[in-house]
């Protein structure tokens, strides 16, 4: 991507930041360049330092057992080649902005890792892990009215009638087995209030 381009999809995120917290009920307004922040956002009782990450669209990421959709932000000084992070000094909160769907959420400097990945919520139901917890509760389910009834059935049978792979229905009926969930979180988990801000 060209640098122009780049910088203009980081003034859309700060324009975008700037309007999400006007509704808010709070003060925003852009800082001299330079600087280590991008906004400045005034609660009433104190000014709260701003950087801005934006992506215009969820990007691949690498996964143990495919590779998935997610928004991603590096949030490390002058791109992710760059090792250097904003400091508590120079940076209160992060706002992040995925310009798909033109959302904003933020979090607090201190509780920002390098680099973090958000579920899409257009995607909700459909990533690996929560196709599987609906898969076993199908099996569970099916075994389990199988039982009720006395009838007999087969993992074959049980694999064919709910289009599962065999190997994956035996997996699931061993007493021992727990489904794997993620502990991966969706975009719109991280909206925030204006309260929030004004307890920072």
């Not at 609660?43 to 215009?56: A, N, P, S």
């Not at 009834?149 to 035996?170: C, F, K, M, P, R």
Request: hydrophobic share 35%; glycine share 6%.
């Amino acid at each position: 991507m060209r640098k122009s381009n780049e910088m203009q999809i980081g003034k859309a995120g700060e324009y975008l930041t700037c309007a999400d917290l006007v509704m808010k009920g709070l003060i925003a307004f852009q800082s001299e360049q330079g600087l280590p922040y991008d906004l400045l956002i005034d609660t009433g009782d104190k000014l709260l330092r701003c950087q801005v990450k934006t992506t215009l669209k969820p990007r691949v990421i690498p996964q143990r057992n495919k590779e998935t959709l997610a928004y991603s932000f590096c949030i490390k000084r002058h791109g992710k080649n760059n090792i250097k992070r904003y400091t508590l000094k120079e940076i209160d909160v992060f706002a992040l902005v995925e310009l798909e769907t033109k959302k904003v959420i933020y979090l607090k400097n201190e509780d920002m890792p390098s680099t973090v990945n958000f579920r899409v919520d257009s995607l909700r139901g459909s990533y690996y892990d929560e196709k599987g917890v609906k898969d076993y509760e199908k099996v569970k389910n099916l075994v389990a009215h199988y039982r009720s009834t006395g009838e007999n059935y087969t993992i074959t049978g049980v694999a064919n009638e709910l289009d599962l792979h065999i190997a994956q229905v035996s997996r699931m009926l061993k007493p021992d087995f727990k489904p794997f969930e993620s502990k991966a979180k969706y975009f719109s988990e991280f909206k925030k209030n204006k309260e929030w801000f004004d307890g920072l």
